[in-house]
């Protein structure tokens, strides 16, 4: 009975801390992620945040221990989303590396797997924090080894699988820095050719439209 009390104290004074009004981790990480995205890393501020989310600040004392507690998980998340996928869709086994680049092709095309605008505003934070710029610089440098070690699987030798690599993860990069739009019927019919460009190889039968049906699929 005393431990029910004791839990009972606990939700009320969490409740009165809130203002009755309950944000969950969630709550202030997915807000701290649009607010990075949209403003800026100057934006990301507590009593803002809370404002946005119709809380007082004591509440997000539940959940952070400080503004840059709040950051670093937020870095955190950028890792273990864009950084993660890239690196398992790069190791996923395929009969064909053209049918392997192809997998690191969903990264591109599936925001599920890849954030292209929070990928830039990391990179924009990173400006001007030294810290952060040596985050950038080493998940550059994982997702470059990943994506030259699916080419060296392929019987490319060292440097050459080290160069497409950078080619392929490059490239994607700077287009979406330069924020370039085009249809997505337009994408899809160069392909092939971006397969023979990177790869070298004409992509075995039916590749190509396995991976239309993917794009399809998830409604690009």
């Known amino acids: 009975m005393a431990r029910i009390i004791r839990v009972a104290k606990n939700e009320a004074q969490r409740a ?20 990075l995205i949209s403003e800026g890393v100057e934006g990301v501020r ?41 690196i398992e869709r790069a190791k996923r086994p395929a009969p064909s590396v053209t049918q392997a680049v192809l997998n690191v092709f969903e990264c591109w095309v599936d925001e599920n797997l890849f954030q292209p605008r929070l990928d830039f505003a990391i990179r924009t934070w990173a400006r001007s924090s030294p810290e952060v710029h040596e985050i950038i610089d080493a998940a550059d440098n994982d997702r470059v080894a990943a994506i030259g070690d699916m080419f060296a699987r392929y019987g490319y030798d060292e440097v050459d699988a080290y160069v497409r690599a950078r080619v392929l993860y490059f490239m994607q990069i700077g287009y979406y820095s330069l924020e370039i739009v085009e249809p997505t019927a337009s994408r899809l019919a160069l392909v092939p050719a971006y397969l ?3 790869t070298g190889r004409e992509p075995l039968e039916g590749e190509v439209e396995a991976f239309h049906r993917y794009v399809e699929a998830i409604g690009v």
Not at 25 to 33: F, M, P, S, T, V
Not at 51 to 60: P, T, Y
């Open 16 to 35: 009165a801390l809130s203002g009755n009004i309950k944000a969950t981790r969630e709550d202030w990480l997915n807000i701290a992620l649009e607010t």
């Open 196 to 198: 023979r460009s990177f």
């Open 46 to 86: 507590i009593l803002a945040l809370g404002h946005k989310l119709g809380v007082s600040r004591s509440s997000f004392y539940w959940y952070f221990k400080s503004r840059q507690d709040l950051l670093d998980q937020l870095l955190e998340h950028w890792r273990n989303k864009n950084t993660r996928f890239i």
